[in-house]
């Protein structure tokens, strides 16, 4: 039995999860990310507290798994940087120690929503892997022989930051050209508003009432469907920029398969169709074999599961 | 005892090695790749042949390892593309297996060279590396938890084909925007006859005797320490992308060190001191802690040690 945390800006979501990946008690309360750090993590321990209590299952447990919005080293467990929690070097696994003695694994939610896809969703049949988590940023998790790689410094991963081209706006890492500028919700929201207030006619401004603060992906793609110019150019942008990422996957680590999760993935097929036509075209030779491209399964909890599992595959 | 083969596009080098990395025979042939594969996989086997027969330390012969300048099926030994040797889907372990019963293992030529820089030159201390070379093109090895990462299909570690940005020419892979387009001697010397026909003065229009098709990676170097305005934009250019092109490496698998090899790498400490100052601006937060990047050690026979010792760790 293993409990798994998704650290997140908006909740603190907790589950004891079984071996085989079954969420069997969920526990979930408000973030309150502006209190700072010291009480946040004084709520994840609680929440950690409220599980152990209410496991009924006879099987003890054997560790805790972590998921959070940023950066950490796995050898200290001190997360390096949570941009949009405000955390800043902060000893997260030995705040947790002074409280609980059972081991604690700490990684970034892509990563582990990504060995939630591959342990669970996808039955381990996947050594070599990649998911990129499409949502407000670009996340990445990678697994090269069955293993998942965080990276030496525990910065590894940020598929989301790779720099691939010229981009509209400031990353919010500070750079720009990042991966996630292009092919996130912020990035093709973004990119919808620039088109329309630069005078071109979209069915989108009509679909939200004239409040562009409204466009959102879902907004961008059926618009795009039912064949609206400027939906198809965010589209076609997003994708252009997406088959770069991938293929600069490719070009590095070559794994067997790519899963897209995240909002923008519920785009399904229609989104998938243009990334395999485009990726064809941007092959380093002809007869390439690359990875296949595919919507990851897990919708909903894979940050929790994720986390518990690489706990358990950590020990 | 190992027999390592660089074949190159001028040359089949071939080296009896021990397992401490060092050439005990070394024994090399031209290519003549214009006779087409079955010709020169004859004249490989002949370079096998000679190196057993002239091996006297008393032990035998393990195994051979090759490294060739293209991409390869690890699992069948299928070469799938040369572009420089003009093979397409060569079953180069096959062939070899008809006349000899010692296993072969085929890789990339840049991927062995690491082998040899990271077992060899740097003695395994790291177990998680990257290898960039920069010669003709940009080769990549990857050593992720002290395993080759060659890819489910055999074309990982291409690092030069990474797509970073809008390039002035089209790579030989036929598409815009590889970093060996930005890094590579090709790439400079391009970007500096483009910038002398453009109308700029440059002392390197004196180098060459006013013969711009003599202009080197050296010959820009040397003119850049001397003050060249060109030059300088060149080294410029070249140092912003590759550093792009590290920092893309340090996202994806964040390795402990970074090693540049070939031609380029020759300016030393001159090209690494703009680089490191360079990828402190790309970091991706402040405080992140990034890979060192260092000058590789082997400068020549880097190929055979490396194919030599890429057998001796697959075995």
């Known amino acids: 039995m293993y409990i798994g945390i998704d650290l997140g800006g908006t909740n603190i979501a907790g589950g004891l999860v079984n071996e085989k990946g079954d969420i069997l008690v969920k526990h979930s309360i408000p973030t309150g990310r502006e209190r700072g750090s010291d009480l946040v993590i004084e709520d994840i321990y609680r929440v950690i507290e409220t599980l152990i209590d209410q496991n009924n299952t006879g099987n003890e447990v054997s560790g805790i798994g972590i998921g959070i919005p940023g950066i950490s080293d796995p050898h200290t467990g001190v997360v390096l940087v949570c941009v ?7 000893p997260l696994r030995a705040k947790l120690a002074e409280k609980t003695s059972l081991p604690i694994y700490i990684d970034n939610d892509a990563t582990v929503a990504g060995v939630a896809e591959f342990q669970v969703a996808q039955a381990g049949k996947y050594k070599d892997a990649v998911i990129l988590t499409l949502g407000t940023g670009v ?10 790689v965080s990276g030496h ?22 750079r720009n050209g990042c991966l996630e500028t292009f092919a996130s919700s912020t990035a093709i929201i973004h990119y919808a508003k620039y088109l329309i207030a630069k005078g071109n006619a979209s069915s989108m401004t009509q679909a939200t009432g004239g409040d562009l603060e409204k466009i959102s992906g ?3 793609f059926a618009a795009a469907k039912s064949g609206d110019e400027v939906a198809n150019q965010v589209v076609d942008r997003l994708v252009k920029y997406l088959s770069i ?18 909002g923008i993935s519920m785009a399904g097929d229609y989104l998938l169709d243009k990334v395999n036509a485009t990726l064809e075209t941007l092959k380093y030779f002809k007869a390439s074999p690359v990875a296949k491209v595919e919507i990851a399964k897990l919708k909903n909890d894979a940050g929790i599961i994720g986390a518990a599992m690489y706990a358990m595959i950590q020990q």
């Open 84 to 90: 949009n929690l405000n955390w800043y070097n902060v």
């Open 245 to 262: 990422g991938i293929i600069n996957i490719v070009c590095a680590i070559d794994p067997e398969i790519i899963l897209l999760g995240g």
């Open 139 to 148: 996340g990445g998790g990678i697994l090269v022989d069955g293993k998942v």
């Open 153 to 174: 410094h525990g910065i590894g991963s940020e598929l989301g930051h790779m720099l691939i081209g010229e981009g509209l706006y400031t990353c919010n890492c500070g």
């Open 218 to 220: 879902e907004i961008i």
